[in-house]
């Protein structure tokens, strides 16, 4: 019996810790409405350490019957991946505040991908979008949204 314990504490400890490491989100991680609030969005941590997000939902998902696909995007072997599931923003880093920066994200409306970045604001997220300098750009403001 002290063998079996032996084998099974350590082995319950490590699933513990995993649990109670994978417990600990960052700030913005879940999920957000758009501006437009047609739109939800699933920021996540990925191994690299760094923040994505991608479209989960929309209010109107479909077209003419069938799910909306990326028909804006420049690259011809992509235009027909769904909306839903595609990673919009990516590879963002937190710089120590309510900021991440050196990330991108790509808009499925005109199908450009921009310089980024976002400030947390608490129940709300700014994003903002740029080509070159931060100056030179919009922002939008995106709202904490349920799971």
Same mark, same amino acid.
């Given at each position: 019996?002290?063998?079996?314990?032996?084998?099974?504490?350590?082995?319950?400890?490590?699933?513990?810790?995993?649990?109670?490491?994978?417990?600990?989100?960052?700030?913005?991680?879940?999920?957000?409405?758009?501006?437009?609030?047609?739109?939800?969005?699933?920021?996540?941590?990925?191994?690299?350490?760094?923040?994505?997000?991608?479209?989960?939902? @929309?209010?109107?998902?479909?077209?003419?019957?069938?799910?909306?696909?990326?028909?804006?995007?420049?690259?011809?072997? @992509?235009?027909?991946?769904?909306?839903?599931?595609?990673?919009?923003?990516?590879?963002?880093?937190?710089?120590?505040?309510?900021?991440?920066?050196?990330?991108?994200?790509?808009?499925?409306?005109?199908?450009?991908?921009?310089?980024?970045?976002?400030?947390?604001?608490?129940?709300?997220?700014?994003?903002?979008?740029?080509?070159?300098?931060?100056?030179?750009?919009?922002?939008?403001?995106?709202?904490?949204?349920?799971?």
């Amino acid at each position: 019996m002290l063998r079996l314990l032996k084998k099974v504490i350590p082995v319950a400890l490590f699933l513990f810790g995993t649990q109670l490491a994978s417990a600990q989100v960052d700030k913005i991680e879940g999920f957000w409405f758009n501006d437009k609030k047609d739109a939800k969005i699933q920021i996540f941590k990925a191994k690299d350490g760094k923040f994505y997000g991608k479209i989960v939902w @929309l209010k109107d998902p479909l077209k003419n019957g069938k799910p909306k696909t990326d028909e804006k995007n420049p690259k011809d072997p @992509l235009k027909k991946q769904p909306l839903v599931e595609l990673v919009i923003l990516k590879g963002f880093e937190l710089d120590g505040g309510n900021t991440y920066e050196d990330g991108t994200i790509y808009d499925p409306e005109n199908g450009k991908t921009y310089d980024c970045k976002m400030t947390y604001k608490g129940k709300t997220l700014a994003i903002r979008g740029y080509i070159g300098l931060s100056m030179f750009g919009r922002t939008t403001v995106w709202e904490r949204a349920g799971s």
